[in-house]
């Protein structure tokens, strides 16, 4: 059997892997940003287009075209999400170490040498990045703190760690979480259950400065779904405790009940105490279908071979740069 390239010892020291969306404004001066690093070993970007709707496709063969670096271009045959995205971009790196990133230059270029070398000299399999100060939006934050806390309770990921799309991860670690092949990928529930040699360190986050976030309330909403329904039975759990609690308070209510018309020459109408049961209990299977209906939903889905990501081309450019040593930022 062949070795996978992650696997080899030589080759190319960093591969930067940015999944492009709406981002026809920022990708170009991303890439000439990214140009003018000089990393250890050497280094190629991965532009994987994920059914941009705007002219990402132009700007990102622009940059193939222009870029003193190599350059993989993928562009995949819809929007399928930005992990499935990055999950394309990770099978066609070929470094030691990865880095993924986002096209809209709010996480600094510069930033990227700071974040190699902490993960190569350290020894670390993943290192992510956290912000002092974030330049998002409130709701977006507050998303994002939300989502910390249920990876927290649903993952078994150091206590406190923020998970960002600003990521190191060694090729070891790569080659382990682009094994999996299901269509609702999450990349940090994948890192979490391969290793647990992880390190964050603290880097600048930008304000945008241009268009808006591409994610609003339904993206985040899905991208919780996929964090709780492909990588826990945390909600499966849930709903067994709460059908045991409402079995508990049935009883409890029935005792009372009986214990009512024994001691009482008065005959309740009951229709109160009934329709609080009734609803109690509709609200909680419907809650408990709702779970299953999920779980159901997406095992049927895999089974049936619903893509990862469907990719239209793969163009390769740039000019090669030197990979021996070169000085970066220790």
């Not at 308070?249 to 049961?277: F, K, N």
């Amino acid at each position: 059997m062949d070795a996978s390239p992650h696997s080899l010892p030589a080759g190319i020291g960093l591969s930067i892997v940015v999944p492009v969306y709406r981002g026809a404004a920022t990708v170009g001066a991303l890439v000439d940003a990214l140009c003018a690093l000089r990393p250890d070993g050497g280094m190629e970007i991965v532009l994987v287009n994920d059914g941009s709707p705007d002219a990402s496709d132009q700007a990102c063969r622009a940059a193939l075209a222009s870029a003193t670096v190599p350059v993989i271009y993928i562009e995949h045959a819809r929007n399928f999400g930005e992990h499935n995205a990055v999950m394309t971009g990770l099978r066609a790196a070929s470094g030691r170490y990865v880095i993924t990133m986002d096209d809209d230059l709010q996480n600094p270029p510069e930033e990227v040498l700071n974040l190699y070398n902490h993960a190569r000299l350290g020894g670390w399999d993943v290192v992510y990045t956290r912000y002092a100060v974030k330049q998002h939006a409130p709701w977006r934050n507050l998303g994002s703190r939300f989502a910390n806390r249920v990876a927290d309770w649903l993952l078994d990921k150091p206590r406190g760690l923020y998970l960002s799309s600003f990521r190191c991860m060694s090729a070891m670690v790569v080659e382990a979480i682009t094994r999996y092949t299901g269509p609702y990928p999450y990349v940090d529930g994948l890192i979490m259950q391969c290793t647990q040699r992880i390190e964050s360190i603290e880097v600048r986050h930008l304000a945008r400065i241009e268009g808006r976030s591409n994610y609003n309330l339904t993206r985040l909403v899905r991208l919780w779904l996929n964090l709780a329904t492909s990588f826990s039975l945390a909600p499966l759990r849930i709903a067994i405790y709460a059908g045991g609690l409402m079995a508990l308070l049935g009883m409890i209510g029935a005792a009372a009940t009986i214990a009512e018309a024994l001691t009482s020459d008065a005959t309740p109408s009951g229709w109160a105490s009934t329709m609080t049961v009734i609803l109690l209990l509709s609200g909680v299977q419907s809650m408990i279908l709702g779970v299953l209906g999920e779980y159901v939903g997406r095992t049927f889905l895999t089974s049936n071979g619903k893509p990862q990501a469907s990719v239209r081309c793969t163009e390769r450019g740039g000019v090669m740069q030197p990979s021996g040593l070169e000085s970066g930022t220790h």
